[in-house]
């Protein structure tokens, strides 16, 4: 038998011979996308999803309208399976459903409507809460979440330009109750992307670069609390919840950790995603659920991003109190610059495009997307968590001992961004931090670095180029970026 060069190489190195693994795995070979052929006349934008309880999918469009999609799972899906089912509506950023009536958020309230003669068509429409105001501006964008356990949506309010509103409740989170009744929630929000609920049921928002975000942002919302954009302060005092309570006043050109250290209202970003290399405008927010549907991330969420036309990945965990985690990349490719996303049960994510004039990779004006794990397993870095010298790296598949335990097969350098009420900034303080040792634990599935000189506020860079798994495939993806706001 002939073997090649590489072949022979490999089993050198004790490695799998080359046909028992991917050389150069592609993300293709491990999630796919079925793009939709929508209607010839319609120009499908899409900012929302529901997969409603009799199987179709809602598509709420920038334009206003919401479309149904017939079988939406199936292998190809084309204009045959459209149809819209209203229009009107005042660009509609978040959709879910109960009892029979389909909920949409706009720019101006939540409002919920209903086909109750079953002609496919709505024809009932009424207002649910809308205690908060617009002017026009284009920037006022209200993005909605599904229902909570107590059975509310959250509306994520854009500021009315990047720097302050006059409007109000801009910047602001708030809650529509069953009852329709508007309660501010959170406040120092800029311009968000995004609003879903991580698998324990806690809210989260995507924010994007700009006055006093250095970088775009995976941000918890939690009641009472600030997020760092003073720009709807002026709000506080005609918010019931916030009755005696001083806004938070940061200081401009300062670290977002040293203002948190000083202001307790103040939550930090879990997650930076840095600014072009992770992406450039973050957008929306699906959880995985799907107890591994969707592959071997149960529990991560998945983030857009609108300009580089991707998906990202988080992992999160729980540090004094506090979320933080890391980001990783995941899956490019996608036909427009990516804005809505929804995980469903059965394991695919649909995503929603729109290039809206801003521009994206993602060459066409629009598209309607799934995202499908193929079965294949990937070797990942699944998680990265922070330890009390280092960090320790979780992978989807069991790790070659010699390249994963050898320090040149690692890079780390951290930074952070400047806290600062001019627009966006650079990566600065910069340090290079010494990997000391990696240790591949008993199990084959995890490495612990053993690190000198980790840095509060800072994201935390690592490249993983040397590492192969024990059958000898390198990594899908060899770079993670960890947020390291709290030291245990």
């Known amino acids: 038998m002939k073997l090649g060069l590489r072949t022979i190489l490999f089993a050198l190195c004790g490695f799998a011979p080359l046909a028992s693994f991917a050389a150069?795995?592609?993300?293709?070979?491990?999630?796919?996308?079925?793009?939709?052929?929508?209607?010839a006349e319609s120009v499908l934008e899409a900012g929302a999803f529901n997969l409603m309880a009799d199987g179709r999918?809602?598509?709420a469009t920038r334009r206003g309208e919401i479309w149904m999609i017939e079988k939406p799972f199936a292998e190809n899906v084309d204009e045959k399976q459209f149809k819209r089912f209203a229009h009107g509506l005042h660009e509609p950023l978040g959709l879910a459903e109960r009892d029979g009536w389909l909920y949409a958020t706009q720019r101006s309230d939540v409002s919920r409507l209903r086909d109750s003669d079953g002609d496919g068509l709505a024809d009932q429409f009424e207002i649910v809460g809308d205690g908060w105001e617009i002017c026009g501006d284009y920037h006022e964008y209200a993005f909605g979440s599904k229902f909570d356990k107590d059975g509310n949506i959250w509306v994520a309010n854009c500021l009315t330009g990047s720097f302050g509103s006059d409007v109000p409740y801009r910047g602001w989170c708030?809650?529509?109750?069953p009852d329709g009744e508007t309660v501010p929630t959170t406040y120092g929000l800029r311009s968000p992307g995004g609003i879903a609920f991580n698998a324990k049921g806690d809210t989260f928002y995507t924010d994007n670069q700009g006055p006093w975000n250095g970088t775009c942002g995976l941000k918890?919302?939690?009641p009472g609390k600030f997020v760092?954009?003073?720009?709807?302060?002026?709000?506080?005092?005609?918010?019931?919840?916030?009755?005696?309570i001083t806004p938070v006043s940061p200081k401009s050109d300062s670290r977002i950790m040293v203002e948190a250290s000083k202001h307790p209202d103040l939550v930090p970003p879990a997650v930076l995603f840095p600014y072009g290399k992770m992406g450039q405008s973050a957008s929306g927010i699906a959880c995985d659920t799907t107890a591994g549907k969707f592959g071997?991330?149960?529990?991560?969420?998945?983030?857009?991003?609108?300009?580089?036309?991707?998906?990202?990945?988080v992992d999160l965990e729980i540090v004094s109190g506090q979320y933080q985690g890391a980001c990783f990349p995941f899956r490019a490719g996608f036909q427009s610059g990516v804005v809505g996303v929804e995980m469903a049960p059965q394991g695919g994510?649909?995503?929603?495009?729109?290039?809206?004039?801003?521009?994206s990779r993602g060459t066409r004006n629009f598209a309607i997307e799934r995202l499908d794990w193929t079965g294949a397993m990937p070797f990942e870095i699944k998680t990265m968590r922070i330890q009390p010298n280092g960090f320790v790296l979780s992978f989807t598949k069991p790790v070659d001992a010699k390249t994963a335990s050898d320090l040149t097969s690692y890079d780390i350098e951290t930074y952070t961004y400047i806290y600062r009420e001019q627009y966006g900034s650079p990566e600065v303080d910069q340090t290079k931090p010494t990997i000391k040792n990696a240790k591949v634990?008993?199990?084959g599935m995890s490495v612990e670095l053993t690190i000198d000189g980790l840095q509060i506020g800072h994201v935390h860079e690592l490249h993983t180029k040397g590492v192969r798994a024990k059958s000898g495939e390198p990594l899908l993806h060899t770079d993670a970026y960890y947020t390291l706001n709290y030291k245990l």
């Open 441 to 443: 634990t008993n199990d």
């Open 57 to 59: 999918l809602a598509v």
């Open 24 to 39: 150069d795995p592609k993300e293709s070979d491990f999630y796919r996308i079925t793009t939709f052929k929508a209607p």
């Open 220 to 222: 918890q919302l939690v």
């Open 174 to 177: 708030l809650r529509i109750t």
């Open 349 to 359: 994510l649909f995503v929603g495009g729109t290039s809206r004039g801003w521009g």
């Open 296 to 313: 071997p991330f149960e529990g991560q969420m998945f983030i857009g991003d609108q300009t580089h036309s991707t998906i990202m990945r």
């Open 228 to 244: 760092g954009h003073p720009g709807g302060n002026k709000w506080i005092k005609d918010a019931e919840p916030f009755k005696g």
